[in-house]
């Protein structure tokens, strides 16, 4: 995959820019706070729907305007295309394939791929289990675009069960037999599409995490030049024994059952694929808890490689590599392990603040696009 042209207007502290991509190694150099992780977040943006900075569409318009547009032509194996966004401050986004309107969302999808790679994301090691849940749910959306219909599914049933069991919370409910029937009845409509949709979303998390999990092993035992044991466990809030729709419902359902006064008392669903947490493993202890800087740094990488890796692998062709910060975050031989493992296939657009990161030959063959205040 080949993004030739970007365009941006009105997009973070964009008001309008275009930019021209010529080479398959791109560095954006510039000081902090000029607007490079920007424009990684917009290709971001094109190829996920969605930034991993930002939830609210309003902070990617700029300023006061009522709506930001990212545009692009990519070219991919197939085909050329265009592509365009325009993200109202307020609204849906509104999408186009070649000039033509896109209603669905997941049409969209899977055009662009990409793996962003950035400096926070040392957190997927080390922060809360939403990071994890998140790379995850980003990584389905680009292997199979059905999955940001699901997820999007799933977090709907989510959110009318939490508005129900507030609404229980708010007039003193606090047994199940105070509970009228009709409010049972809706409720109980509610747990089975939880379980339905639930399981979905769980059993593809740990399906993937199973395939990506050799590639992951490769590339650890690479950069540590050891043969130490990863392990990428999904661990699900509730427990299953077999990997079946079936399965995987019913043990959702009974531990509705259990939690669900608990959950009246809270206003809130305990159970769920939104509980569920995904364990890295470093020789039987957990890297979040036990891992050393290094040890952390180290797996992360090789999260990434994996993530490219495994893209490529179904999609069947490269996805572009977003590497915002990191050249910093890594020590030399980290680095250029990375860029050497990369080879020519994936475009990658690198942002940094300053070159002497670079080794000459990147130099030599990069593009270099000075950013400097939205400009
Ligand atoms: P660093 O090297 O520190 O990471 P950067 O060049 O990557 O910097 P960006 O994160 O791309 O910086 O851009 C940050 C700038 O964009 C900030 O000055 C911020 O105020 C501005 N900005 C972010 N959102 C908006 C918006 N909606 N409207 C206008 N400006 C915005
Ligand atoms: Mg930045």
Known sequence: MFLEHLYLQHF??????????????????GDNAQGKSNILEAVEILSTLKSH??????????????????KASVKNKYADYDLAITIPAKGKKELKINQEKVNRHIDFLGILNTVTFSSLDIELVRGSPEYRRSWVDSLLIQLEPIYYQLLKNYNHILKQ??????????????????????????????????????????????????????????????????TEKLILNYAPNVPWK?????????????EIEQKK???????????????DEIEFIINSSLARNYGSQGQQRTLVLALKLAELQL??????????????????????????????????RFQTIITTTHLNYFETDLLNQAQIVKVEAGK
Not at 53 to 70: A, F, M, P, W
Not at 242 to 251: E, G
């Open 261 to 275: 006064i608990a959950e009246i008392n809270l206003g809130n669903t305990l159970v769920g694929p939104h509980r």
């Open 12 to 29: 973070r502290n964009y008001i309008q820019q275009e930019i021209n991509f010529t080479s398959n190694k791109i560095i954006l150099l």
């Open 161 to 226: 069960r939490n508005a129900l069991l507030k609404q229980m919370k708010k007039s003193g409910i606090s047994t199940i037999e105070q509970v009228p029937e009709l409010k049972a009845i809706e409720l109980k409509l509610w747990d089975n599409k939880l379980a339905e949709e639930g399981s979905r979303i769980s059993r593809r998390r740990a399906r993937v995490l199973k395939k990506i999990e050799p590639l992951a092993k490769f590339w650890h035992n690479q950069i540590s030049h050891k």
């Open 311 to 344: 893209i490529e692998q179904v999609v069947g062709q490269p996805p572009l590599l977003l590497l915002d910060d990191v050249m910093a975050e890594l020590d030399l031989k980290r680095q250029a392990q990375l860029l050497d493992s990369l080879g020519d």
């Open 53 to 70: 900075r930002s939830t609210k569409d309003i902070e990617l318009v700029y300023q006061d305007r009522l709506y930001g547009q990212i």
């Open 242 to 254: 077999k990997d079946t729709p079936t399965d995987v419902q019913n043990a959702i359902k009974s």
